[in-house]
């Protein structure tokens, strides 16, 4: 007997400022898993992710470690991170962990909202 994955649909809500906004998303049947610590050579978000202001800087590196700049300051948090379908999970190197979650294209961590930058 074959095994069918289907996709399992759930609700997301996110809160900004204040505002409570629903998102229907789909399971990772849709998206590029990465699994453990396989490296994320082809995977769609790696690269550099940034806020509208350019303020924060995020570069998920492919070999599963990121490098956050902030303002004038540059490397100023480093770690590790595993994404599982659109979920991101962060573990700083000084401990500090946070995860995120991509919607539509856009990396929504930690009460910010960040750009693919091309």
Not at 67 to 83: I, P
Not at 101 to 118: C, P, Q, S, T, W
């Amino acid at each position: 007997m074959q095994e069918t994955k289907l996709p399992i649909y759930c609700t997301r809500a996110l809160v900004v400022a204040g505002i409570i906004t629903i998102f229907p998303t789909a399971s990772s049947a849709h998206t590029t898993p990465n699994e453990g610590n396989a490296p994320m050579t082809d995977h769609p978000y790696v690269g550099m992710w940034v806020t509208k202001d350019g303020r924060i800087r995020h570069q998920l590196l492919a070999n599963n470690r990121y490098d956050e700049a902030r303002g004038e300051r540059e490397s100023a948090y480093q770690g590790r991170y595993q994404v599982t379908g659109n979920y991101i999970e962060y573990w700083d190197d000084t401990g500090f962990t946070a995860d995120g979650e991509f919607i539509d294209g856009v990396l929504y961590h930690a009460g910010m909202v960040l750009y693919r930058k091309e």
